[in-house]
């Protein structure tokens, strides 16, 4: 059986800290306050270092001060994670305009489980994007089943990505020219980590192997590259699919997410 508490130790070694692409690092005690293209700013750390429910508070003051104070930043992600001391701050985020979304489990596990020949539906098939009208049309299928308003700031984040020739790729899944499934793969530079993201199918077509499918490419290229373990973020639709290959679920993480409020004018002001 895999060792839970050694794969949950090599996340927050490893998994917590990354900010790939981004166009700058702030660090504020233990939090990194990452702003990335688009107006998306990102708050990560290792721990909270032990903070008690004051100071988790005036860390999430200082943190939301800190994006205020860019007129560039439209949204702010804060990602909770469901093993962490963090006392207070679930009250402190939704306190200070921060929505909270969906649950979700982190997984992790051998690449290898994932490897497996899967028979995609007929007149169905997969495939590489790299080129910018697939990237963008791949971005607007993952949002509309994710309810993401912002594809375009996506496509243009994950276009930056593959700049970087740093090993991220990007699928989808198509039958009669319509997208209708997707997920991308993310290595992790310096670990034997990668992850695999976005893993939308289309309502209609859900229960039909397609993102098994695409999760076993992403596999292989995966272990082409030298990274032996995944990690994902699954909502319960993909949770059943990734512990059936043999992935475990060490913890929870729940998004907590700011929006500056848009004026009649169109121009964006900061929220309370």
């Known amino acids: 059986m895999p060792d839970t508490a050694h794969l949950l130790q090599a996340y927050d070694d490893h998994l917590r800290t990354e900010a790939p692409s ?21 708050v990560t750390y290792r721990d909270l270092g032990g903070a008690d429910a004051p100071a988790v508070r005036q860390l999430v003051v200082d943190a939301l001060d800190h994006y205020r104070a860019d007129p560039g930043i439209e949204r702010v992600k804060w990602k909770t994670r469901g093993h962490d001391h963090a006392p207070g701050l679930h009250d402190a985020l939704t306190e200070h305009g921060f929505a909270e979304g969906e649950t979700e489990s982190i997984m992790i596990g051998e690449a290898a ?12 098939t997969a495939r590489r994007v790299v080129d910018e009208p697939d990237v963008r049309a791949m971005c607007a299928t993952a949002s509309a089943v994710f309810a993401d308003d912002a594809p375009d700031r996506i496509a243009d984040a994950l276009l930056r ?63 082409a590259q030298g990274k032996t373990l995944i990690h994902s973020d699954s909502t ?17 993480t729940t998004p907590y997410t700011w929006r500056r409020r848009v004026q009649s004018t169109g121009r964006y002001v900061a929220s309370s």
Not at 172 to 201: H, Y
């Open 161 to 223: 990505r593959l700049a970087l020739s740093d090993g991220t790729e990007l699928w989808i899944a198509e039958a009669g020219g319509r997208i209708v499934g997707t997920g991308r793969l993310e290595p992790v530079a310096g670990s034997r980590f990668a992850g695999i993201w976005g893993g939308a199918t289309l309502p209609e077509w859900r229960g039909r192997g397609i993102y098994r499918a695409l999760t076993a490419v992403r596999a292989r290229s995966a272990l």
């Open 236 to 252: 319960d639709h993909s949770r059943p699919i990734l512990e059936r290959a043999g992935l475990v679920r060490v913890s929870s």
């Open 113 to 124: 489980g994932l490897i497996a020949d899967v028979a995609l539906p007929a007149g169905v």
């Open 22 to 42: 981004a166009i700058a690092v702030t660090r504020h005690g233990p939090l990194r306050l990452v702003t990335f293209p688009g107006g998306r700013g990102w």
